[in-house]
């Protein structure tokens, strides 16, 4: 990127630096610590300069937003033009709870909805299942039938929000029973604009909630890739999640190379069930996590849309620019709070926050300063809301686009996880791709070894968590935090009943039988999903048919 | 020498953050300890009879979902239907501090919450198992 006599002369510079300046300055006062390292543990040089970027080709790697290799945004003209979607992931307790907290978001200036669902809808259990005791509306909102899905949106016009479901193993259905709603108020699907989840390979390596074994919730995946890409053609059909993986204890690089390994294998997938790349990448979308650590975060982020968008070109031959480009949501890292003082998390938050937009986010969450405690409440979500207002509007970090970029160390970080991410794609294929790497438990214990170094050095002092391993107090317990009513569990059980005895059995057996037909055959299984929601089956009754076909996934128990 | 104490880690109902309960496992079993790691999805049943086929001398659950005031109790009742009680029971996750005390009332060890030092666990197994 430099001219060739002139990092001759710079080298040489450095050196006289280092001799006459460095060295001196060593001398008298030493450095505090032997090696600094990033949040992830990387080691960090003292000082970067144009050496360090030299091998870096500007118009090959790092270019112009909106262009080809996308390293400084997908937009033109980033949050000059619109800023990112402030998506608060909200939902708990039952419908009608959830559905007056996003009539709150919406009126203290959310611009899109998140749907938290709770652990037995997610597991494609209704509320009266042996296994849901104790967990219903707990870490979100219960969701047994189209009926739950009715009074969750009602009063909010599916055609002027864009609605982002936290939803894998039955993605199917959640998209089909808000489909549903959608025509109920005389909005086509086309109109509908939103996101998915849709991710089961990080469900396998981090987060849980998966139902069926691999092939068929490929499967699945693909089926929707399909499905939307003529009838609901806004909709992100997948969220492909590095957020969990992080979570988990991943590093950085991991984090970016596991999530694009598992993106590689949904479009591998999607091309062998025969789809044209172009049909359905345009829709794939992202979600990260940011962490505290702010320039490595901001490398991450331009690091995993550069690689993403080179993967795309060379590796599956996309031509539509849109093919190319990642766009991702990202929520700040739930595992940086802490359960001590947890007024300091706002100022994580805010770190986390800058770190998203400088990274050039499409939409984000801001966690709360009670997550530790409990699910948040009003006051302190409105909290993590207002922070990225101030980010937006009083920051002054939205006015240029990518101003991070030519940092020397910025740059040379992005390339750095790049490199490592990448190397970590080529050992996934060598083991034959994510969802084999993920059987063999390959990706889980690299990210489980990342967590117990982490664990042992926040132990050790050598990394050090402000108020939970330094600067301590004593403190009384927080109070006011949100509780669940546990009542919530025999009202869901109630509305079922009320459910069962209303609606048309012979219509629900009917369709849940033609769902199971084409469970058992190929075609796609979209339709008929839609088709039973409709006849208000119930969410566990349609799960109940796949497990029947499917069966469902044995995890790999390891430490 | 004291003698090696067994350990199970489990994670009971439908909540799939296991990164703590990894985290302690491990940890134990770097103290020495003999730690047998159930995996996700494990029902109270379930537990207590592993627990009780391994013949360990604890059971470590952890939860971050909110089930802990259903879950930990049914574990504590099937062992003493079990007659199992002389294993001891702790828990950990995100579980606020007001539910503390009826968990402890109802026979769970300890409780650690976020933040918690796997060398303080450590201690207290070796304090407290008989």
């Known amino acids: 990127m430099f001219d060739q006599e002139k990092l001759t002369k710079l080298s040489e510079e450095a050196k006289n630096w280092e001799e006459k300046v460095l060295n001196k300055s060593l001398s008298k006062a030493p450095e505090s610590r032997e090696l600094f390292t990033t949040g992830s543990g990387d080691e ?12 870096l080709d500007f118009m090959e790697e790092i270019g112009f937003p909106g262009q080809y290799p996308y390293t400084r945004g997908y937009q033109p003209t980033m949050y000059r033009g619109r800023l990112w979607t402030m998506r608060m992931y909200a939902g708990f307790s039952t419908a009608e709870e959830s559905n007056k907290r996003y009539k709150y978001l919406v009126e203290q200036g959310s611009t899109g909805l998140s749907v ?4 037995p809808t997610q597991i494609g ?20 039938s189209l009926a739950d899905m009715e009074i969750l949106f009602d009063g909010i016009m599916l055609d002027k929000v864009s609605t982002s479901m936290t939803i894998n193993a039955p993605a199917s259905v959640l998209l089909a029973m808000y489909i549903a709603v959608a025509e109920k108020q005389g909005v086509s699907a086309d109109k509908l604009r939103g996101t998915i989840q849709n991710d089961i390979l990080k469900e396998y390596i981090a987060r849980g909630t998966y139902i069926f074994p691999t092939e068929p919730s490929m499967r699945l995946i693909t089926d929707i890739f399909e499905y939307c890409s003529k009838e609901v053609p806004q909709w992100n059909t997948i969220s492909i999640s590095g957020y969990h993986i992080r979570e988990a204890g991943s590093t950085a690089a991991q984090e970016v190379g596991f999530t694009l390994a598992d993106g590689i294998a949904y479009v591998e997938a999607a091309i ?5 790349v172009d049909s359905f990448a345009p829709r794939l979308s992202f979600f990260f996590n940011a962490h505290n650590d702010l320039l490595e975060e901001v490398a991450k982020f331009r690091a995993a849309r550069r690689l993403w968008a080179k993967i795309m070109k060379n590796r599956f031959g996309a031509k ?5 480009m990642l766009k991702f949501h990202t929520q700040t890292g739930g595992s940086t709070l802490t359960a001590q003082q947890p007024e300091n998390n706002i100022v994580r938050v805010a770190i986390q926050t800058l770190a998203a937009v400088l990274g050039g986010t499409q939409s984000l969450h801001t966690n709360s300063k009670d997550e530790a405690l409990a699910l948040p409440t009003e006051d302190s979500v409105r909290v993590a809301l207002r922070t990225q207002q101030i980010v937006a509007h009083e920051s002054g970090v939205t006015n240029t686009v990518d101003p991070l970029a030519g940092s020397y160390y910025v740059e040379a970080k992005t390339k750095e996880i790049e490199d490592k991410a990448m190397e970590y794609i080529n050992k996934i294929d060598e083991i034959g791709g994510a969802p084999r790497a993920i059987d063999a438990g390959y990706i889980q214990q690299e990210i489980t070894d990342a967590a117990y170094k982490y664990q042992m050095d926040v132990e050790k ?3 050090i968590v402000v108020g939970m391993n330094k600067y301590r107090i004593e403190e009384a317990s927080p109070k006011g935090l949100l509780r669940v009513d546990p009542i919530v569990g025999e009202m869901q059980k109630q509305k079922l009943r009320d459910l069962k005895a209303k609606r048309d059995n012979d219509a629900v057996a009917t369709k849940l039988e033609a769902l199971r037909k084409a469970c058992e055959g190929t075609e796609n299984v979209m339709p008929l999903i839609v088709d039973a929601v409709k006849e208000y089956a119930t969410l566990g009754e349609i799960c109940g048919v796949m497990r029947e076909v499917f069966g469902e996934y044995q995890q790999n128990v390891m430490l | 020498m004291s003698k090696l104490i067994r350990v199970l880690i ?3 109902g439908l909540d799939g953050h296991d990164r703590g309960a990894k985290m302690i496992a491990r940890a134990l079993r770097d103290a020495g300890m003999e730690v047998i790691y159930t995996g996700l999805r494990q029902t109270p049943e379930q537990i207590v009879a592993a627990a009780i086929q391994e013949d360990v001398d604890a059971i470590g659950m952890s939860i971050l979902s909110g089930a802990h005031n259903h879950l930990f109790p049914k574990v504590i009742k099937l062992l003493k239907e079990q007659n199992a009680s002389d294993i001891l029971v702790i828990g950990g996750g995100v579980i606020p501090e007001d539910d503390i005390p009826e968990l402890l009332e109802a026979g769970v060890g300890a409780i650690f919450t976020p933040g918690t030092l796997t060398s303080d666990i450590i201690k207290y197994l070796r304090e407290n198992v008989q």
């Open chain 2, 10 to 12: 489990a994670k009971p």
């Open chain 1, 44 to 55: 960090i040089n003292r000082l970067y300069t144009p050496e360090d970027i030299s091998d």
């Open chain 1, 320 to 324: 539509k620019p849109q093919s190319l």
């Open chain 1, 461 to 463: 002092g050598d990394v």
């Open chain 1, 125 to 144: 259990y209704d509320s009266d299942h042996d296994l849901a005791e104790g967990e219903v509306g707990k870490v979100g909102v219960a969701i047994d």
């Open chain 1, 116 to 119: 938290a669902f709770d652990l």
């Open chain 1, 272 to 276: 062998k069930a025969g789809l044209d």
